[in-house]
């Protein structure tokens, strides 16, 4: 069972005749819960079958209810929380920009949704979550996603003003690729030994559910930068430190001393098991340098 991201020799839009077919090609871990996934790893898959009356289909844009707070009649009689294993592995997928397959059951009957059985539609990424008083009069979770596929359904319809998608197919594709790539296992892996703390000024930033941080490559991947995606060409940093060092409104010394708009703003915050790489820092110096 193939846990983050695409199934080998699964096409988008291959259909299922059942959520066991679903199961057994690997492109949803359970055979009735709508999350598949844990805190720890984030969610592999969601299936959107109908199970919440609070969700909405627009296409390439999902919003998804949470899981929790319903009896055996499937109506809501408690409130949803960040304590489920379901929704808390959704907003581990958030807080990491991991993707997330989505499988389409053939209810509800939408324009979406498949005439019969089930349809796995391709990778989502969540790019928002939050509360709100369901249909049923209590407190659920929902989230935000987007396609990472090349839609090839009607353009959707704007769902209500707080949960609005971004205006314009090509520039939203552009933010998700940039966010997938970026988030890769090295980058995981360096937030994880600092805790989400940033380097560069020290803030953890907690959010509900978790801890916020982003993965810098000091040294630029691709052309014509090409810096290698290992630990020791990549920072932890808040949102906005992260901005302002891609753009040499920060920078380091030689030293570690953090060089912000021109002047000394502490030092870099490490830990014993991260060593950062000086050949990246001077790189990314004298980028901006130049």
């Not at 009689?77 to 389409?104: F, I």
Request: charged share 25%; with cysteine.
């Amino acid at each position: 069972m193939s846990a983050i991201g695409a199934v080998p020799g699964v096409e988008v839009g291959q259909e299922f005749a059942s959520r066991e077919e679903a199961y057994a090609a690997g492109v949803h871990g359970q055979l009735q819960a709508g999350i598949y996934g844990t805190k720890k790893r984030g969610a592999g898959a969601i299936c959107l079958s109908g199970g919440y009356k609070d969700d909405e289909d627009y296409g390439d844009v999902i919003v998804y209810t949470g899981h929790g707070g319903r009896d055996s009649r499937k109506k809501q009689v408690a409130h949803q929380t960040l304590a489920d294993s379901g929704n808390s592995a959704l907003v581990t997928s958030y807080l990491e920009g991991l993707p997330v397959r989505v499988l389409r059951g053939y209810q509800p009957r939408t324009k979406y949704s498949p005439k019969e059985g089930y349809r796995y539609d391709g990778l989502f990424r969540i790019r928002e979550y939050g509360w709100k008083i369901g249909l049923d009069g209590y407190w659920i979770v929902q989230f935000t996603m987007e396609s990472l596929e090349s839609p090839s359904s009607p353009e959707p319809a704007a769902p209500s003003d707080t949960l609005k998608p971004e205006a314009g197919k090509a520039r939203r594709k552009e933010t998700t690729v940039q966010r997938i790539v970026r988030n890769t296992a090295i980058t995981r892996k360096v937030k994880a030994l600092h805790g989400g703390r940033c380097q560069l000024c020290g803030q953890k930033l907690e959010v509900p559910g978790g801890v916020y941080s982003e993965g810098a490559h000091i040294q630029a991947l691709g052309k014509p930068h090409e810096g290698p995606d290992i630990p020791e060409n990549v920072l932890c940093l808040c949102p906005n430190c992260h901005v302002q060092f891609d753009t040499g409104a920060v920078y380091l010394t030689d030293d570690l001393v953090v060089m912000r708009h021109g002047q000394e703003d502490g030092k870099l915050l490490t830990v014993p098991k991260h060593r950062v790489g000086l050949a990246y820092i001077q790189s990314h110096r004298t980028r901006w340098s130049e």
